[in-house]
């Protein structure tokens, strides 16, 4: 049967108990035996032990507690026999003790080890003694021992049954509050993320027929503006239906190599000055490295963009048979144009330690900023598993 995890502090108070429990059967044991075997002073003790030490193994080896007992007690009948006066050639303490440990195996062993020990009573007792009616008493008194048992056993099983569908429920409770949140979370962002979005996208799509004099170039940064805010509009459609959706929504495709290419294209289009230098193979690159590398890049971009307004961007990404290897790096530029939420930075470590890559973030000598990071390649990782 299950048992429950044991804390450090139980084992020793459990321990603590069993010591003294043994010196109390010792204490029995020990002068009794000069009584009720025929034994002499130098042998009493080692017999004593032989009754007492299987108690130490009781609370986490009932079955071998009481193998070691019933043996014990068949040797000692065997080998030993009774005192003169005496028709019983173990100890009572003795029995005592196997009927103590045959009621633990009925309440914790399986079933088999429970019939084995239910017939081991009686024959122990029927080899030390040859008394008909000892051996009836025995048993009666098994068979009184295991109706016991085998009630307390049962009580257990249904307080653990009882205690599994309350943890099942507590779980489930715990797992309806989670997905309420979520749906709360949902539609904040709804009402008033999406909201803002959808309305950016108008004015911008909007801006050319509502303004007067509105030149080609600025149509076009209209309309950039307004493509930006549709994308970062499906991709808050997509947050939405992962927080609706109790398995977690309909998976998004995630980011290529070819969409890497896109990030950079659209932050010059954009209006970053930006330069970039690729060298090697992105095709060794894994999937999962690939979306970092993606998360990575687009966060330090909008960073750059955002603390560093009009500042030269250069961007290095060296793809070598190990790992890849990127690095963003912005000069001094103007002041913010607005606040961050803060969980940009601890993102991207988050994404470079998702694939067990790294990542240095930190001012430069020139008074810019860089990100640095390293994430192992598709074949590195397959070499390391294989």
């Known amino acids: 049967m299950a048992r429950g995890r044991i804390t450090p502090r139980a084992r020793r108070w459990s321990w603590a108990g069993r010591i003294v429990l043994v010196g109390v059967l010792l204490a029995i044991a020990w002068p009794t035996a000069l009584q009720e075997l025929a034994v002499g002073p130098p042998t009493a003790l080692p017999v004593a ?17 009481w193998i070691a007992s019933a043996l014990g007690a068949l040797l000692i009948a065997w080998l030993v026999g009774p005192a003169p006066g ?3 050639g173990v100890q009572v303490v003795h029995l005592v003790v196997l009927g103590g440990l045959t009621a633990l195996v009925a309440v914790r062993c399986a079933w088999w ?10 024959v122990v007792v029927s080899a030390a003694t040859v008394s008909v009616e000892g051996l009836g008493l025995a048993v009666f008194w098994t068979l009184v021992l295991l109706a016991v048992a085998l009630l ?9 049954e009882i205690a599994v569908v309350e943890e099942q429920r507590a779980d489930e409770e715990s797992r309806r509050a989670v997905l309420q949140e979520r749906a709360r979370v949902a539609r904040d962002l709804h009402d008033v993320v999406a909201h803002a979005m959808s309305m950016v996208v108008v004015r911008a799509e909007t801006a050319r027929y509502r303004l007067p004099d509105v030149d080609e170039a600025s149509a076009g940064e209209f309309t950039a503006i307004g493509d930006a805010a549709r994308q970062a509009l ?31 294209a659209a932050t010059t289009r954009a209006g970053v000055d930006l330069t970039v230098r690729t060298t090697g193979d992105p095709a060794a690159l894994g999937a999962a490295a690939t979306v970092s590398l993606y998360r990575i890049l687009a966060e330090a971009l909008a960073n750059a963009s955002r603390h560093a307004a009009d500042a030269p961007v250069t961007v290095t990404v060296d793809h070598a048979d190990d790992a890849v290897r990127v690095r ?13 939420s803060g969980l940009g930075l601890p993102g991207m470590r988050e994404r470079a330690a998702a694939v067990g890559g790294e990542l240095t973030i930190g001012p430069t000598a020139e008074g810019g900023y860089a990100v640095e990071a390293r994430l192992p390649s598709g074949r590195a990782v397959a070499g390391r598993s294989a």
């Open 49 to 65: 032990l032989v009754v007492c030490l299987p108690v130490l193994l009781a609370p986490e080896h009932p079955w071998r507690a």
């Open 86 to 88: 005496h028709g019983l």
């Open 113 to 122: 080890a429970v019939a084995v020990a239910a017939v081991g009573v009686p």
């Open 152 to 160: 307390v056993r049962r009580v257990v099983s249904q307080r653990r």
């Open 234 to 264: 499906g991709e808050l459609r997509g947050v939405l239906q992962v927080l609706r959706t109790e398995e977690g929504g309909e998976r998004r495709p995630q980011p290529t190599a070819a969409d890497v290419d896109d990030l950079l």
């Open 328 to 340: 963003v790096v912005n000069g001094p530029g103007r002041e913010a144009t607005g606040p961050g």
